[in-house]
């Protein structure tokens, strides 16, 4: 037998005798459709399991999912026939919506551009329209699917402030959840129903703004950034130095039984509204339904998934593209990192991120709203322990997420993967150096932290952070050293450690030294520092922030907003920054309590207003809905008539510009101020809370307790204090509109 050669031409074989290869058939529209789906899901599973920073490996992977699930989708619907006659199931072509709505969703969350949080409530829509998993009750598997879109969808819709589509979707959700529990006896019954329970809790919560005015930044109630007074000082001014934009924002929240549904705390839900555009029209929509209801979009008009692929396209998008797109006159709006339950290392990491990508001539803002306690006692560089901490476990319900696949939860592998980033990330931002590579103008091809991922029970895996340090400032010098180059920091690499943040499991933080557990808990500090050096693993102050972590980051100009019973500790950061100074809002030490829980009607006790409470932090609600917060404060019931609330948001609004105009005209601002009020966001943030200030500091008995005042560093002028007849003269107007008025000596204010 003659051997085969090794290495034919591209030609074939020699010779007009031989065969010629026969060519292949051509696959089947079935088979076709099979490898575009395994296709699909791999690019999606993917892109799932990179780990939660590295924006350009993200884009990469996003832009190849995208592209093979708009092949998929308009491949089914050109041969959806002949799918159908070959077995394709409705609840196929459901999934593959969803997971398009899942890539929009994402995208949105890491970029902040409502046009594709838009684009997944399309797609959402579509799918509840169309009933594609209708047939969910006959398969346990097909029920899980039609469950977690349908959490998704109310997410979505939450974050669109389609309220009333958020509430007919709970009411499905809990029937649906109770059909399973009926129809399928599995272990995840029990998780289904918390996620019930938390989504039912959420929207009662967050009912007070069923109808107020919109938390993000609306051109119908807030003056437009082109009409901005100009601010005191060089800043902004031909030939002097820029205003400050804010291009990031880091958005945490680590309350235990705090308001929340899946990565969203009620806070950082509030807040990530707050540093966002009002799409054009969209409040006069919602406030408008004989126009057009929530659910005309996709389902009346026939808007959704059209031919073509799920390509955005705003001419179908339900009422019109003006009421659903962002004023193309306004800046983009920031880039948010949101993280829910952090790991201090993950905190770390999202911060050196951030900074070392920030642009010229921006600004991060920094949102922290955590527990506070004393810093245990800190062992010895050679009593810590050289293993990665295992994961805290914390038991309370409301860490359970909802039951996903390994595949569909992001960031699996995040903790792995990060760690080197972490350590190179933080070394590059304390001495000031760019990555390899990377132009000194802060562009980094390395990417940042966008969304937090947790495990189940709430908790997110650690990343290793022992044995790693960056300079700071030493007890004896306490900051820079006279004559030392700019942003030089002196001292030891061992900071002096007081208050700070507590990220970690309650039963952790109840166990710890010096955790004001007084006497008891002083002695047991020996065995406590033994048990952390010893089997497990793990240091007592593994779960603190504490004020000096930021230092390093103090290159680049912080807004540090902290809200927490320890945020005065981070007072120790002014005048310690390495080169730029860090601004700072901080709430009281004691939130103070209201006379009568709104929600709850007239004679329902009083409100929760610590943070992490069933309502949400009260210091929060001022900076993100003031007027809301003044009614809570005063036990004012909500909803406020129409008439009512129109005139008060007209009145505090009209205040507000006063104040700001007054602010930016003041000789006496802080330089640090002056150029931050250049940013709408900053600027709308920093006069709520003046507002948030004289609302307690003017109030009977309130205004002469120190715990129950905020802070600010630096100091404002005097020309905003809250003895000026221009604040006093708002606060007197809004108490009286509202009936409030016993809670003020209206005598003395003007």
């Known amino acids: 037998m003659a051997a085969l050669p090794q290495n034919p031409s591209p030609a074939g074989p020699a010779g007009p005798a031989a065969e010629r290869p026969r060519a292949p058939a051509a696959p089947s529209i079935s088979e076709e459709y099979r490898v575009l789906v395994d296709k699909a899901y791999q690019k999606f599973a993917r892109l799932k399991d990179l780990p939660p920073y590295g924006r350009d490996r993200f884009d990469h992977y996003f832009q190849k999912a995208f592209a093979l699930y708009s092949r998929l989708w308009k491949f089914q619907q050109e041969n959806r026939?002949?799918?159908?006659?070959?077995?394709?199931?409705?609840?196929?072509?459901?999934?593959?919506?969803?997971?398009?709505?899942?890539?929009?969703?994402?995208?949105?969350?890491?970029?902040?551009?409502?046009?594709?949080?838009?684009?997944?409530?399309?797609?959402?829509?579509?799918?509840?329209?169309?009933?594609?998993?209708?047939?969910?009750?006959?398969?346990?598997?097909?029920?899980?699917?039609?469950?977690?879109?349908?959490?998704?969808?109310?997410?979505?819709?939450?974050?669109?402030?389609?309220?009333?589509?958020?509430?007919?979707?709970?009411?499905?959700?809990?029937?649906?959840?109770?059909?399973?529990?009926?129809?399928?006896?599995?272990?995840?019954?029990?998780?289904?129903?918390v996620v019930a329970k938390e989504v039912v809790r959420f929207v009662a919560a967050d009912a007070m703004f069923d109808d107020a005015r919109p938390v993000r930044y609306s051109?119908?109630?807030?003056?437009?950034?082109?009409?901005?007074?100009?601010?005191?000082?060089?800043?902004?001014?031909?030939?002097?130095?820029?205003?400050?934009?804010?291009?990031?924002?880091?958005?945490?929240?680590?309350?235990?039984?705090?308001?929340?549904?899946?990565?969203?705390?009620?806070?950082?839900?509030?807040?990530?509204?707050?540093?966002?555009?009002?799409?054009?029209?969209?409040?006069?929509?919602?406030?408008?339904?004989?126009?057009?209801?929530d659910t005309v979009g996709a389902s009346?008009?026939?808007?959704?998934?059209?031919?073509?692929?799920?390509?955005?396209?705003?001419?179908?998008?339900?009422?019109?593209?003006?009421?659903?797109?962002?004023?193309?006159?306004?800046?983009?709006?920031?880039?948010?990192?949101?993280?829910?339950?952090?790991?201090?290392?993950?905190?770390?990491?999202?911060?050196?991120?951030?900074?070392?990508e920030l642009p010229p001539d921006s600004a991060v803002l920094v949102y922290l709203s955590a527990a506070g306690s004393p810093a245990p006692p800190q062992p010895?560089?050679?009593?810590?322990?050289?293993?990665?901490?295992?994961?805290?476990?914390?038991?309370t319900v409301n860490d359970h997420d909802p039951p996903e696949t390994s595949a569909e939860r992001p960031?699996?592998?995040?903790?792995?993967?990060?760690?080197?980033?972490?350590?190179?990330?933080?070394?590059?931002?304390?001495?000031?150096?760019?990555?390899?590579?990377?132009?000194?103008?802060?562009?980094?091809?390395?990417?940042?932290?966008?969304?937090?991922?947790?495990?189940?029970?709430?908790?997110?895996?650690?990343?290793?952070?022992?044995?790693?340090?960056?300079?700071?400032?030493?007890?004896?010098?306490?900051?820079?050293?006279?004559?030392?180059?700019?942003?030089?920091?002196?001292?030891?690499?061992a900071p002096q450690r007081g208050e700070g943040l507590w990220l970690g499991a309650k039963k952790e933080l109840s166990a710890g030294p010096g955790l004001g557990l007084g006497r008891e808990g002083s002695a047991r500090k020996g065995e406590i520092a033994r048990e952390s050096r010893g089997g497990s693993g793990k240091s007592a102050g593994d779960g603190f922030f504490y004020p000096s972590d930021l230092l390093p980051f103090t290159r680049r100009p912080l807004f540090l907003i902290v809200d927490s019973d320890t945020s005065a500790a981070f007072q120790s950061l002014s005048g310690e920054e390495v080169l730029e100074p860090a601004v700072m809002l901080l709430s009281p030490r004691c939130p103070p309590p209201s006379e009568a829980d709104p929600r709850r009607g007239s004679s329902g006790g009083p409100a929760s207003t610590s943070q992490g409470g069933n309502a949400g932090s009260l210091f929060t609600l001022f900076l993100t809905a003031p007027l809301l917060a003044f009614c809570r404060l005063h036990g004012v019931p909500l909803p406020l008539s129409p008439a009512v609330q129109d005139a008060m948001e007209a009145a505090l609004g009209a205040g507000l510009v006063r104040w700001g105009e007054a602010l930016t005209?003041?000789?006496s601002l802080d330089p640090s101020w002056q150029r931050l009020l250049g940013d709408p966001f900053l600027r709308k943030f920093t006069l709520r809370f003046i507002f948030c200030r004289a609302s307690l500091e003017s109030h009977i008995t309130l205004g002469t307790k120190p715990e129950h005042q905020p802070k600010c560093v630096p100091p404002l002028p005097d020309q905003v204090s809250s003895e000026k007849p221009l604040i006093s003269g708002l606060i007197r107007d809004l108490a009286l509109g509202l009936g409030a008025e016993r809670s003020y000596s209206l005598q003395t204010m003007a």
């Open 300 to 356: 009346g008009s026939g808007a959704g998934p059209q031919e073509g692929g799920p390509e955005r396209r705003e001419n179908n998008r339900p009422g019109g593209v003006a009421e659903n797109v962002i004023d193309p006159s306004l800046p983009p709006n920031p880039h948010k990192y949101l993280l829910f339950r952090p790991t201090v290392p993950q905190l770390l990491l999202t911060l050196a991120t951030a900074v070392e």
């Open 665 to 667: 005209s003041c000789p």
């Open 81 to 193: 026939q002949k799918l159908v006659e070959t077995g394709l199931k409705r609840w196929e072509i459901g999934e593959i919506a969803s997971r398009i709505s899942q890539l929009y969703y994402h995208n949105y969350i890491r970029t902040g551009q409502f046009p594709f949080l838009y684009d997944s409530y399309v797609f959402y829509e579509a799918i509840a329209s169309r009933e594609y998993f209708k047939e969910a009750v006959k398969d346990v598997a097909v029920a899980n699917k039609q469950l977690r879109y349908g959490v998704r969808f109310i997410v979505v819709c939450l974050l669109m402030n389609r309220r009333d589509t958020v509430r007919r979707l709970v009411r499905q959700l809990r029937t649906l959840v109770d059909d399973y529990a009926r129809n399928f006896q599995v272990p995840n019954t029990r998780d289904w129903k």
């Open 219 to 293: 051109l119908l109630f807030d003056p437009h950034p082109m009409a901005l007074p100009t601010v005191v000082g060089p800043y902004g001014k031909p030939g002097g130095p820029k205003l400050l934009k804010l291009r990031e924002a880091i958005l945490t929240s680590y309350h235990h039984n705090e308001v929340k549904f899946s990565e969203l705390t009620l806070d950082t839900f509030r807040m990530l509204q707050a540093v966002e555009w009002e799409p054009s029209g969209q409040f006069l929509k919602l406030r408008k339904p004989a126009q057009g209801s």
């Open 380 to 395: 010895s560089m050679s009593q810590r322990p050289q293993t990665p901490p295992p994961i805290p476990e914390d038991s």
């Open 411 to 493: 960031g699996q592998q995040a903790p792995a993967a990060g760690t080197a980033g972490l350590e190179s990330g933080l070394a590059r931002v304390a001495l000031g150096t760019p990555s390899p590579g990377q132009p000194s103008n802060g562009d980094n091809s390395r990417g940042s932290v966008e969304v937090s991922s947790t495990a189940p029970g709430g908790q997110s895996e650690p990343i290793p952070f022992e044995g790693f340090s960056v300079p700071r400032p030493s007890s004896a010098d306490s900051g820079v050293s006279p004559g030392s180059s700019p942003g030089s920091v002196s001292g030891s690499i």
